[in-house]
């Protein structure tokens, strides 16, 4: 019989709840932890087989436990992820692990030397819309690549200890790098703070990355459209994944630049079909889930994810220079 992996969690908020009803199909959910009773009386009703601390030290004391699933807010979690490591768990960690590059390439590092495995928890990279948008790129459907831009805009949730760039733009980021296989050359970021000091509501986001291609990333919780759209400019075909839609959530449009030789080379544009390709309906948070624990179980490269995640910390710490370095 397979063994069950044993998995404890940390941070019982609006997003852990629905990793804690993933893990809890998918392994055995073990441990709780959160610092505020309330929760913990909430779970212990809904888990009833899992203990529950407000202590995370009793989680690593627990020489059983297997793995350790990360979901309090973004500025402890290079903390917590460490002290998982070191105590030998492996790390299951909501985005981004790390606020500072150099935090980030020492849990890396030190996952590789524990032997364990460090996830990010890139939600949209287990989308199956995402999966399509690559396998279009590589397959060369699109012709060369120009431009990859992402709306991600609606009216809240405004939050307090994270910015528009490390509350949002952390999820564009890490699709844009993984469809285009590129770190950026040049970043810049602008944005303001307008109703919390010093936590950006609005932020505009720019990438040139070495090949020329370029994208652009506009994210807000002060807007009047909700949008989760990523749109991929290509020379021969154009995409856009929009997951506010229910059914066609990827749109291929025939639209394309053309440069006919009877006009001297002039450029011209040529619009054909627009389709919309099945997309399986699978819950991405649960394909995730089931990757770490693959990667637990010694299927796959178990630190790919890590190395992937330490890229996106990179470029959105160039990014946040660059926002705060701007003139206001
Ligand atoms: N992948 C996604 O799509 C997605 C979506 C939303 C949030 N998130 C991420 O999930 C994380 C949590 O977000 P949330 O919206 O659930 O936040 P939240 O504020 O609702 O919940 C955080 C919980 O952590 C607890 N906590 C904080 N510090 C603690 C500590 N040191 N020890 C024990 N408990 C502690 C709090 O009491 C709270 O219950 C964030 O990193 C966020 O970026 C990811």
Redo the contacts with the bound molecule.
């Keep these: 019989m397979e063994a069950v992996t044993r998995v404890g969690q ?7 709840k629905n990793l804690a009803r993933n893990f809890d199909q998918l392994g055995e959910l073990a441990w709780l ?4 009773a309330e ?1 913990r009386r909430e779970f212990t009703v809904r888990y009833p087989k899992a203990r529950v601390t ?1 202590d ?1 030290r009793d989680l690593l004391g627990d020489p059983k436990l297997d793995a350790v699933v990360i ?4 500025p ?2 290079y903390e ?1 992820a460490k002290t998982a490591l070191e105590a030998g768990k492996h790390v299951f960690v ?2 981004p692990p790390a606020m500072r590059a150099h935090e980030m390439e020492e849990l890396c590092e030190l996952a590789h030397e524990q032997g364990r495995v460090l996830m990010p ?3 949209l990279l287990y989308h199956p819309a995402v999966a399509k948008l690559k396998r279009l790129i590589d397959a060369g459907e699109l012709g060369d690549v120009l431009c990859v831009y992402s709306n991600r805009q609606n009216l809240g949730v405004i939050r307090k200890h ?1 910015n528009a760039l490390l ?1 949002l733009g ?2 564009d980021l890490s699709v844009i790098l993984y469809l285009l296989g590129e770190e950026p050359a040049e970043v810049w970021a602008h944005g303001n703070a307008f109703l919390n000091e010093g936590v950006e509501d609005i932020v505009f986001c720019y990438l040139r990355f070495p090949s020329g291609k370029i994208a652009h990333m506009h994210l807000s919780w002060l807007d009047p459209h909700k949008m989760r759209k990523i749109t991929v400019v290509g020379k021969e075909k154009m995409v856009v994944f929009d997951d506010m839609e229910l059914e066609r959530k990827v749109t291929i449009y025939e639209k394309a630049p053309w440069q006919p030789s009877a006009d001297w080379g002039e450029w011209q544009t040529r619009s054909g079909d627009i389709f919309s390709p099945k997309i399986p309906n699978d819950e991405p ?1 649960r394909l995730e889930g089931e990757h770490f624990l693959r990667l637990v179980a010694g299927d796959g490269d178990a630190l790919r994810a890590a190395y992937d995640g330490l890229a996106v910390v990179q470029a959105l710490e160039q990014l946040q220079a660059s926002l705060v370095a701007a003139p206001a």
Excluded: N, Q, R
């Design positions: 940390i941070g019982l908020g609006a997003w852990g932890c959160d610092a505020d929760k407000g995370f979901a309090t807010p973004v402890t979690h917590l909501e985005k928890g890139h939600l994270e509350s952390v999820h948070l």
